[in-house]
């Protein structure tokens, strides 16, 4: 069944006219009245609808019984990378939304490639959002991973607090490192929480890494293969999420 994200209230028995976005792919459906459909708010389960009208712009929908369907992982992984080049970060958002990702964090570093700062940080978020929205719809996610707006890593490492709850950790290629599945299978084991750092290409300097580990970042590793960021990011993420 087609599943639309619909970010506004739901409840059974609604007329809804459906947002401009899930309207239009309704549309390119060729989806006639009768047709049902999921729709899901990002607050926890989905909606079952039934579409009521189809006019050239618009498409109204009848909103039926609510199902608490969830398919979310059982650790919430906290993503921060380093962006990588052109189109990969769209990619990476795709996948960990896919893989479960609970937020994102997208950083400009001292190797980075890619700068964003005011309104074009503030689009690029938006459009990674759209990504993460669209993931869901196909993956069968109920709840929208945050994307945020980039920014330095600088900045963001300032922020960061220990958390006896949390777990933070930094794929590292400077300091001596302890295989990630290791630390998730014992001091890692009671954990829920996690924030995972990774640069971009070229990795992290040396002192943003002693920055990281610094504020209580755990260095770990994925193995002895060289992988590329993007491919190390989601890499770590299936393991922590997945496992």
Known sequence: MA?????????TGQVLDLPPTAARHVQVLRMQPGHTLTLFNGEGGEFTAE???MGRSDVRVV??????AECEAAIQVHLAVG????DRMDWLVEKATELGVHRITPLMTER???RLTGDRAEKKQAHWQAVAVSACEQ????????????ESLNAWLARQTPQVEVMHGVLSLHASTQPLSAL???????????????GPEGGLT????AAARAKGFAAVSLGERVLRAETAALGALALLTLA
């Not at 909103?63 to 608490?68: I, N």
């Not at 993956?139 to 980039?150: E, Q, T």
């Not at 998730?184 to 990774?198: E, I």
């Open 112 to 114: 980075s490639v890619v």
């Open 3 to 11: 599943r639309f994200y619909c970010p506004v209230p739901l409840a």
């Open 206 to 209: 040396y002192a943003e890494d």
């Open 139 to 150: 993956c069968g996610r109920n709840r929208v991973p945050v994307i945020d707006v980039p």
């Open 63 to 68: 909103v039926g019984e609510h199902r608490s």
């Open 184 to 198: 998730r299978a014992g001091a890692g084991a009671s954990k829920t929480t996690w924030v995972l750092l990774n």
């Open 83 to 86: 962006m990588p080049a052109n």
């Open 51 to 53: 579409v009521q009208h």
